[in-house]
């Protein structure tokens, strides 16, 4: 890996479900974007030193490299349209918001609904606290100061 590039890393496990799920999306992504941007696939078993530096806790993670600066991450499943912001970011260096899909608030919102109703049902107020928290992560990419 060089200083100079635009690279995207994307560290990924051997057993992992979710990496082989994302693995065609990832590499499909990078060939649209392969003037500008390598694409380096990493097994976390194999570049733990790698991983280690860049703070990888779970896989798949993708970390945006601009002129050899950090200039985002995703980690877990991500949608194509999230993983072009990733290889965006690398491009120009601006960290990017990932915006949740619509069945991702759909469900965020849909489980709300569902520990409201089990706070409101067991008569536990400090559920409440919970369902709020959950709205708020529904909206999360949403938010004002969330904008770049």
Request: hydrophobic share 50%; charged share 15%.
């Amino acid at each position: 890996m060089t200083d100079t590039t635009n690279q995207v890393l994307y560290f990924t496990g051997a057993h992992c479900t979710i990496c082989k799920a994302m693995t065609p999306v990832v590499r499909a992504t990078a060939g649209e974007y392969e003037s500008e941007v390598e694409l380096v696939e990493l097994d976390v078993a194999s570049n733990g030193h790698l991983a280690e530096l860049h703070s990888v806790r779970s896989v798949p993670t993708l970390v945006a490299i601009h002129d050899g600066v950090v200039a985002g991450r995703a980690v877990g499943a991500q949608s194509r349209n999230g993983i072009g912001e990733v290889f965006a970011g690398a491009i120009d260096g601006q960290v990017r918001s990932i915006p949740l899909s619509t069945t991702e608030r759909a469900m965020r919102l849909g489980a709300a609904a569902a520990v409201g109703a089990i706070a409101y049902i067991a008569g536990q107020p400090l559920l409440y606290l919970a369902v709020f928290a959950l709205v708020v992560f529904a909206f999360w990419d949403k938010m004002p100061f969330r904008k770049t």
